[in-house]
């Protein structure tokens, strides 16, 4: 059986055709794209912030400008925060709803270092250090550490939020008292030395 011959100029075609539609359909720009600023600490990992929210290394801090344009695949978004180009990645997204839900709670419209300025010197000094201090309430834990990734932290109204750690992989648990204050710390001692404030 003789095989067609195609030329070279067709070949081309195709696959730029292949191409494009690939693209299209992988990456979509956001209209309007969303903006505003960082609700709390994220800690990104070589550009990539995730809804996993590993504690360890480099920290963007709250109220940093957000522009996020572009989503692939309902689990991926990318844009600039403080200018800088960043990936976001929400590992438990299910739909494109659940992603934007996510990127919505992480980008939020009021800065939040108008918040962070009306708490005492030593919560701000603690959320400037992306770490807790027993008293803290929840909102002042969230714009310190970020959301607890969903796997271990289904209800923030929980009293134990889980957060893991670079440090040996190891999790730390922030407790919650009656009065719905940070009142305690659990953990491998390593692990739970990277998230408290120590006065």
């Known amino acids: 059986m003789a095989i067609p011959h195609i030329s070279p100029v067709r070949c081309i075609a195709v696959i730029a055709l292949g191409s494009a539609l690939l693209l299209v359909g992988c990456a979509t720009k956001l209209s309007p794209p969303i903006t505003g600023y960082t609700c709390c600490n994220l800690r990104p990992d070589y550009g990539w912030v995730s809804s996993t929210n590993m504690l360890g290394g480099a920290i963007v801090p709250a109220g940093e400008p957000v522009v ?11 844009g600039t925060i403080g200018g800088d180009y ?7 997204a299910r739909s494109r709803e659940d992603m934007l839900r996510w990127t919505n709670q992480i980008v939020v419209t009021t800065d939040p270092k108008l ?10 000094k603690a959320v400037y250090s992306a770490k807790v201090v027993v008293g803290m309430t929840r909102p002042q834990v969230l714009m310190s550490l970020n959301y607890p990734s969903r796997n271990d932290t289904k209800d923030l109204n929980a009293n134990t939020w889980r957060y893991w750690t670079t440090q040996e992989d190891e999790p730390v648990d922030i407790l919650f008292g009656t009065d719905g204050t940070v009142s305690g710390f659990s953990g491998k001692p390593s692990a739970v030395r990277t998230v408290e404030f120590r006065r």
């Open 68 to 78: 996020i344009d572009t989503m692939k695949r309902d689990k991926y978004a990318y």
């Open 86 to 92: 960043v990936s976001l990645r929400d590992d438990t």
């Open 115 to 124: 918040t962070l300025a009306t708490w005492s010197p030593e919560v701000q």
